[in-house]
């Protein structure tokens, strides 16, 4: 909970305008309480029965993740994967290469 709570500290500073925050499922409870009390937007999304994914953050940048991260993150779309990096606020660049290479590697597989 340490990491999480650093994770609701920057982005009350303004340094991320959303988060995603693996922890064990039994954590749950704890982590709603703190996000509602400190009013911030969150989405809670099972990964395994031990573990989930907690988005959470500017309602505007939540309500984006709700569209598509409703199925496991490794089946994203190539644009969908993109939006969620730049929105977690990835390297720019880094998320240019990733997207061309994604890209790129479905061309190759549409074409066998």
């Given amino acids: 909970m340490k990491v999480f709570c650093h994770h609701i500290y920057e982005?009350?500073?303004?340094?991320?305008?959303?988060?995603?925050h693996t922890m064990?499922?039994?954590d749950v409870a704890m982590a709603i309480k703190?996000?509602?009390a400190n009013q911030i937007d969150y989405r809670i999304y099972q990964v395994t029965s031990q573990k989930v994914n907690v988005f959470f953050g500017a309602k505007e940048c939540v309500e984006v993740i709700a569209c598509f991260c409703h199925k496991p993150l490794n089946e994203l779309t190539t644009e969908e994967d993109f939006i969620l990096g730049a929105l977690?606020?990835?390297?720019q660049v880094v998320q240019c290469?990733?997207?061309?290479?994604?890209k790129q590697n479905s061309a190759i597989k549409d074409a066998c």
């Fill in 34 to 36: 703190k996000l509602d």
């Fill in 97 to 102: 290469s990733r997207f061309l290479k994604r």
């Fill in 88 to 91: 977690l606020g990835y390297n």
């Fill in 24 to 26: 064990a499922a039994g």
């Fill in 11 to 20: 982005y009350k500073k303004g340094l991320r305008n959303l988060i995603l």
